[in-house]
């Protein structure tokens, strides 16, 4: 067959031979009629086809011997068929303790593989600790997750990770079942809450300065409610327009009016013991911003005007210099300090 459709594959031979040639035509019906059903070969593959056939047939003539070219089980069939079910076996639990998907059975392949394996002796010596952590794993409830780890042959960081989230995934879980205001949680009517909370914090923040004034208003009217001679001595003060006492003085005779009026004072640390009497301290909180410009020893007499202190600096800055420092205060009462110096950066006191 395959001599006689030689000309299928040569266009020109083949249309001379489809009139001509009678051995041709024949053995084209035999070649299609041997075709499976609904396989349909034309031309150069039909003929390619009966040549592998044709080859086929010979080697099955020579390697079995058979003299008909037709293939012949061998006599221990039945014995080949069961190593051949043992050996996949084998290879399928090794393809599982490899973690791959399978082991193509090659002689080559399986023996490089179990070179492999026995020169890994360190996995070796690890394996009865991984046989006891993961009975520990088994026995905490996570052997299905142990078995899909090995399906999905996760790496190191991958499989801690989907630990990391099955935990935190029971627990959500568990919380979930037994919190009931966690199972219970609704959560459109929690926005409705937080938008509530908002909207209030917003007004509150924009009437905080007006209830501030209100109430350093009302300390002020009882405070020279309470102290009238003090609030008369102010008075007079702020009516005159030169000759004005020392704020020290002023200061000392009418403190509670003044602290009432004025409840928080901004100075410079060497100011302090020009305004302030230091007898006893007049001011709930001292606050130094800037602390690390400012010596110890120029911050003590502010500190001893207050109740309790905050310091709000930075260690990593300079320290302060005497290059462009002018004659300092070496006396808590070295002189006193007109009004218009009290007003300069460096300390609050607050009452």
């Known amino acids: 067959m395959a001599e006689h459709l030689v000309p299928l594959g040569e266009s020109g031979a083949r249309v001379s031979a489809q009139v001509a040639d009678g051995e041709y035509r024949a053995a084209r019906r035999r070649a299609k009629a041997l075709q499976r059903d609904g396989i349909k070969l034309r031309k150069a593959r039909l003929l390619n086809g009966v040549r592998m056939a044709a080859d086929q047939q010979a080697r099955l003539q020579t390697e079995e011997g058979t003299g008909d070219g037709m293939p012949r089980p061998p006599e221990d069939l039945d014995e080949l068929l069961a190593s051949h079910v043992g050996v996949s076996k084998a290879l399928g639990e090794l393809a599982g303790l490899l973690g791959v998907a399978s082991i193509d059975g090659t002689r080559a392949d399986v023996i490089a593989r179990l070179r492999a394996l026995r020169a890994d002796v360190a996995t070796l010596g690890r394996l009865p600790e991984l046989h006891r952590l993961r009975d520990s794993l088994e026995q905490a409830g996570l052997r299905e997750l142990i078995d899909d780890l090995a399906s999905w042959h996760a790496d190191v960081d991958g499989s801690l990770d989907t630990l ?28 409705r809450a937080v938008d509530e909370f908002q909207d209030a914090d917003q007004r509150h923040v924009a009437t905080t300065a007006q209830r501030v004034r209100r109430l350093a208003a009302e300390r002020a009217v009882r405070s020279e409610d309470q102290h009238p001679e003090q609030a008369m001595l102010i008075k007079r003060e702020a009516a005159k327009k030169t000759r004005h006492r020392p704020v020290r003085e002023t200061f000392s005779e009418a403190t509670d009016v003044m602290t009432a009026v004025k409840p928080c004072w901004v100075m410079s640390p060497l100011v302090v013991s020009q305004v302030l009497p230091n007898d006893r301290p007049y001011f709930d909180v001292v606050i130094f911003d ?23 600096g930075d260690e990593q800055q300079l320290p302060p210099t005497d290059f462009f420092s002018g004659p300092t205060i070496d006396s808590d009462d070295d002189g006193d300090a007109s009004l218009s110096q009290v007003v300069c950066s460096g300390v609050r006191l607050v009452g």
């Open 290 to 312: 800037e602390a690390s410009q400012v010596r110890p020893a120029e911050a003590i007499p502010a500190i001893a005007r207050g109740r309790r202190l905050v310091v709000a």
């Open 164 to 191: 990391e989230y099955a935990l935190m995934a029971s627990i959500v879980d568990d919380v979930r079942l037994n919190d009931v205001r966690v199972g219970g949680f609704d959560g459109r009517r929690h926005e």
